[in-house]
């Protein structure tokens, strides 16, 4: 049976009349208990975030499911009734932050709808499906660097480096640059919410680096030699009519890179993490990738997304009129967070949802979110988390966490759920 982590009816704040701390570190580790609070008491609840703004968490599985596909909700910033704080929260300075951020996850229809429409041409789940075997090379190479030392932090030299270089690779940034772009992510990762100058440095030098290559890959895509990568599909896209300007592909380009770096990272983290933690879904798991279980597989990656999922809170969304989520009225201009790790831990969703459940069926979680902004990269997401959990585990069947859980340290940013480092230990091969 499945491991019991959370006895029901244990949690600790069950009994606690006022909202329970958020944020704090305490928080970052576990959040589950307090969300489970929100979920009973407060389910559309108004609280101030760490920098200051205020903003209604929506906890409640059906809640969230209808907030994510509100049209009333819109991702523009502009639509914020405190436009500074809209222009601060992006986490990205610079004088012309603007130019990169004008990418899907800002933007609502009739931009939306083209530029989605436009980029699903070039990503398709084909392009993705052949590029498995690259992936898997990948992550065997990473374990190779590190496989003979019998230990090993695998947030730095694993979980970190793999989405770089395979979304790189998408793109159709040139091996040799590719490194430059794993130290400029890796500032961004690291500095996310902190010190802003190193930050603001290397969008910069991404921003310079896209702008050129893009130029470079317009100028190659007559050539015999023109590739088939998604930069150069995009600016195919947009030269049959469709409208897509420079900027909006070093946008599109951009946020690739970044919705699919630091949620990667984390599927592989906080999943390698979760399957360490419960010993016998991990010899499920195992057994599942010996006798090559697709199903299993398949079926343990998207419960890990559910359990203990990369994305906390979908990103911004602004009510443009007054209305009505959960009963709880939302006034113009309020910041709605829909909370998905709350929501994919509703028992009037799922069934015993704090137990890991590799087998679970009926698993309609919203970890790549719903509705128009539904998860571009899922099927990428997908694939890295199969071969990279699946990979792991069948290469170094006896590795075991190299440090106690209280050790551990959560990253702690507004969006994301990530470990800051993992370390490990195993038998070296
Ligand atoms: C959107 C999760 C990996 C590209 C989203 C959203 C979620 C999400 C929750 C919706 C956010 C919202 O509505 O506020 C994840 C998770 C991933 C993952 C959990 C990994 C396990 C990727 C990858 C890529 C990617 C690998 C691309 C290479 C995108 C894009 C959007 C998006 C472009 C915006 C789509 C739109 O606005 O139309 N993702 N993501 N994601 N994701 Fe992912």
Known sequence: GPDA????????????????????WEFAADPYPAYAWLRTHAPVHRTRLPSGVEAWLVTRYADARAALADPRLS?????????????????????????????LLNIDPPDHTRLRRLVSKAFTPRRVAEFAPRVQ????????????RGSADLIHEFAFPLPIY???????????????????????????????????????KMRAYLAELIHRKREDLGEESARDDLISGLIRASDHGEH???????????????????????????????????????????????????????????????????VELATWRFATRPLEIGGQRIASGDPVLVVLAAADRDPARFPAPDTLDLARTDNQHLGYGH??????GAPLARLEGQYALGTLLRRLPDLRLAAEPEELRWRGGLIMRGLRTLPVSFTPR
């Open 5 to 24: 982590q959370a006895a029901p009816g244990s949690c600790p704040l069950a009994g606690a009349e006022s909202p329970p701390e958020l944020f704090t």
């Open 75 to 103: 991702k523009n910033p502009a639509h914020h009734d405190e436009p500074a704080h809209a222009k601060g929260k992006t986490g990205i300075p610079g004088e012309r932050k603007a130019e990169l951020m004008t990418h």
């Open 166 to 204: 395979a979304i790189c690779e998408l793109l159709g940034v040139p091996r040799e640059d590719q490194d430059d772009f794993r130290d400029w992510a890796g500032m961004m990762i690291r500095h996310g919410g902190g010190p802003r100058g190193g930050v603001a440095r290397s969008v910069k």
């Open 137 to 148: 090379e990948l992550t065997d190479s990473l374990i190779d660097s590190f496989a003979a």
């Open 244 to 310: 897509l300007t420079e900027n909006e592909v070093a946008a599109m380009a951009f946020i690739l890179l970044f919705a699919g770096f630091e949620t990667t990272v984390n599927l592989i983290g906080n999943g390698t993490y979760t399957l360490l933690r419960n010993p016998g879904r991990r010899a499920e798991f195992q057994r599942a990738v010996a006798e090559e279980d697709s199903a299993l597989l398949a079926s343990s990656v998207e419960e890990l997304l559910r359990y203990d999922g990369p």
């Open 371 to 376: 509705g128009i902004h539904y998860c571009l």
